[in-house]
């Protein structure tokens, strides 16, 4: 037992001491005179209610605890309350903790809650009465496929990852949300989210998808039909702008040698959608690597892959839109984020020499 644990007792002590003296007192009443009785009781009175308001304040005051996430579960009572606070040392005392629960109208709400230890016992009671939930502030970058974002999710804000891919893969939710495609890869907005702690899949999914549809309106795809692709064609090949430009003036150039690729027939031949189809990550792709088997490979396949190979921002969306008004068939990174790019295969494989030129002289 700490000593402000022995003081608090201690001060409980002396208030029984003067509740028994009270109520000495008031025996006393059938027997003493009124004067010497006023005599004896109101000191003893005073001292029992500043005895009390003492006892309150002591055990009011913060313990100083750096704020706490607590999570209160369904149907938890206050003294189960009380237990988990007092053990993440975020109130001084269970007993007046309860006794705010009796004394109050309110009822504690389950949930998640960021506790602060600064804060006195009854703000901490108001809080958790109020139900106002903890949120997690998550920025979800452009370029992440659909596991990556259930990752991050259930690392920062505990969703369920496997129920929440599973929820994007169902081609009826995705047709709830007004998606012309069998899952929500592509249409899962980056953006910056307020979600709250243990968001389930569905309001995370429902609430990232009506952000895509405010941040790309209707009005916006009316420049699909001009480029003679339909507005989920333009999320895929949006996705692939995404993964491969690194610089942002780029992006239309980018999208426009991938468009000028798929009227004249030729493979798209993007490496970031062999990448997709492998599932995972490498610098360089080697030859065998080209020949992966999947129908997201664009060096086997022509056109377009069967969906988005990420989850593109608007920017990326905007330059397939509105590509830029050239006539370039290839382009080559340079290694430094930006590339090359050349009209014919002849001026490609200058380029790529001269890459190579480049590289090994760092």
Not at 259 to 285: D, E, F, I, N
Request: glycine share 6%.
């Amino acid at each position: 037992m700490g000593r402000g644990e022995r003081f608090l007792n201690f001060v409980l002590a002396l208030i029984l001491v003067l509740t028994s003296a009270l109520l000495m007192g008031v025996a006393l009443l059938l027997y003493l005179p009124l004067r010497i009785l006023r005599f004896f009781f109101r000191p003893l009175s005073v001292a029992l209610v500043l005895g009390v308001a003492l006892w309150c304040v002591l055990v009011d005051r913060p313990t100083g605890r750096a704020p706490v996430l607590v999570e209160v579960p369904r149907g938890a009572t206050a003294s189960q309350v009380a237990e988990i606070l007092d053990e993440r040392g975020l109130i001084r005392s269970r007993r007046f903790f309860l006794i705010l629960s009796r004394l109050s109208k309110e009822e504690i709400k389950a949930g998640a809650y960021e506790v602060d230890g600064r804060w006195p016992t009854h703000r901490i009671f108001e809080e958790l009465c109020r139900g106002k939930p903890y949120t997690v502030r998550v920025t979800i970058p452009e370029g992440l496929t659909l596991r990556q974002i259930a990752g991050m999710l259930q690392h920062k804000v505990r969703t369920d990852s496997a129920a929440l891919v599973s929820l994007a893969t169902d081609s009826s939710f995705a047709r709830s949300l007004g998606i012309p495609a069998p899952t929500l890869e592509g249409y899962l907005f980056p953006d910056t989210y307020m979600f709250p702690w243990r968001s389930p899949p569905e309001a995370v999914l429902r609430t990232m998808v009506e952000n895509f549809h405010r941040a790309i309106p209707d009005t916006v795809w009316r420049g699909a039909e001009a480029l003679g692709i339909t507005p989920h064609q333009v999320v895929i090949l949006a996705s692939i702008v995404e993964k491969e430009a690194m610089v942002e003036y780029e992006r239309p150039i980018i999208a426009s040698v991938f468009l000028r690729r798929l009227r004249l027939g030729y493979p798209l031949q993007s490496c970031a959608t062999v990448l997709y189809a492998m599932g995972k990550h490498k610098a360089h792709l080697n030859e065998r690597d080209l020949h992966f088997p999947s129908p997201y490979n664009t060096y086997l396949h022509r056109g377009l892959p069967p969906g988005p190979i990420c989850n593109p921002g608007r920017a990326s969306i905007l330059a397939v839109l509105h590509p830029a008004k050239e006539e370039y068939l290839y382009f080559v990174s340079k290694g430094d984020g930006t590339h090359i790019f050349s009209r014919s295969y002849r001026e490609h494989l200058r380029a790529k020499r001269m890459v190579r030129r480049m590289t090994s002289h760092r």
